[in-house]
């Protein structure tokens, strides 16, 4: 079992920065990859980002303002959101797999809670 532990959403104006973290624990020597996804309300579930090795993969949509990056010495993967903007406004999730990175949801086996990012116009 792997259990993830996302923190550092909060409420942000338009144009700021946040990081998000996701801390790893159990049997993260099995994990491959990690990602991150977002919902918003009466949306389904969408990839943001992911990280496999040293390979990164990211929606368009967040190209170029958001960057994923990981620590394996403190089991964590990171999600540095730049330029934010309203429409960023969703719970974000970290999720881990095994085998390389995916972009749906169903491709991945373990999840965290979630941690609410909000975007003010």
């Known amino acids: 079992q792997v259990q993830l532990v996302e923190s550092g959403g909060g409420l942000v104006q338009a144009g700021s920065s946040l990081r998000l973290s996701c801390a790893a624990s159990?049997?993260?020597?099995?994990?491959?990859?990690m990602g991150w996804f977002r919902q918003a309300p009466g949306k389904e579930r969408e990839f943001v980002a992911a990280?496999?090795?040293?390979?990164?993969y990211y929606a368009d949509s967040v190209k170029g303002r958001f960057t994923i990056s990981r620590d394996d010495a403190k089991n964590t993967v990171y999600l540095r959101m730049n330029s934010l903007k309203p429409e960023d406004t969703a719970v974000y999730y970290c999720?881990?797999?095994?085998?390389?990175?995916?972009?749906?949801?169903?491709?991945?086996?373990?999840w965290g809670q979630g941690t609410q990012v909000t975007v003010s116009s």
């Open positions: 999720a881990a797999k095994y085998g390389s990175a995916g972009y749906r949801p169903n491709e991945y086996d373990y």
């Open positions: 159990g049997r993260t020597f099995s994990i491959h990859a």
């Open positions: 990280i496999s090795g040293a390979n990164t």
